[in-house]
C-alpha cells in the first residue's frame, strides 16, 4: 500500500481517460488493484512500481477490448437508458475527447493520455510503454498534430455549415 498511494490518483485519471465511464473506471480499477496484489511477488525492484502497476492496467484495459469484439450491440432501450443517465456538457465534452482519441493510433493515445491526463513525465511513460525515449516523444508530438488537425476540420466543417444556414442544427456531436 506505500507503494500504491502516491500513484493512486494518476491511475485513477488514466484508467478514466482509457474507459470514460464512472462505473467502468472503478471496475478496472478494483481488477487493476487486486491483480497486483495477487502478483506483486513477480515486482524484482520497489522503484520499477510505477511500470509495474500501468503495465497491469494496459493488459487489462487491451483485454477489456478484445473482449468487447464479442459483444453484441446495445438494443434501443440500452442506448436510452443511457442517454437519459448522461450529464450535459461535461459528459459531452468527454465524449468528444474519446471520439478524437479513438482516431489515434493506440501508442499515441496511449502517450498523450499517460502525459497529458496522467501527468507522467516522458521518462515514465517509456518505462510503461517499454520503448525509448524519443519514440514516446514521437508518438506525443504526432498525437497532437493529429487532434489539432481533427479539431481544425471539425471547426471548418461547422463554419461551412454555418455559412449555408444550416449552423444551429448541427451539433459539436454529429461532426465528429
Not at 71 to 76: C, E, I, R, V
Not at 106 to 115: D, K, M, V
Amino acid at each position: 500500500m506505500n507503494l500504491y498511494k502516491p500513484v493512486h490518483a494518476r491511475l485513477c485519471r488514466y484508467v478514466q481517460s482509457l474507459v470514460w465511464q464512472p462505473d467502468d473506471a472503478k471496475d478496472l480499477i478494483s481488477d487493476i488493484t487486486l491483480n497486483a496484489f495477487e502478483n506483486f511477488e513477480r515486482l524484482k525492484q520497489a522503484d520499477h512500481f510505477v511500470y509495474y502497476l500501468f503495465g497491469i492496467a494496459r493488459n487489462l484495459y487491451l483485454k477489456k477490448l478484445r473482449r468487447q469484439k464479442f459483444q453484441l450491440p446495445w438494443n434501443a432501450d440500452s442506448m436510452e437508458e443511457i442517454k437519459g443517465s448522461i450529464e450535459a456538457d461535461e459528459t459531452l465534452q468527454k465524449r468528444e475527447l474519446a471520439t478524437l482519441l479513438s482516431k489515434l493510433k493506440p501508442a499515441q493515445q496511449e502517450a498523450i493520455t499517460l502525459y497529458e491526463v496522467a501527468g507522467f513525465s516522458y521518462e515514465e511513460i517509456a518505462g510503461i510503454q517499454q520503448t525509448n525515449l524519443s519514440n514516446v516523444k514521437s508518438h506525443i508530438f504526432k498525437a497532437r498534430q493529429s487532434l489539432k488537425a481533427l479539431l481544425e476540420k471539425d471547426v471548418m466543417r461547422l463554419q461551412k455549415a454555418e455559412k449555408m444556414g444550416q449552423g444551429s442544427d448541427i451539433k459539436i456531436g454529429e461532426m465528429l
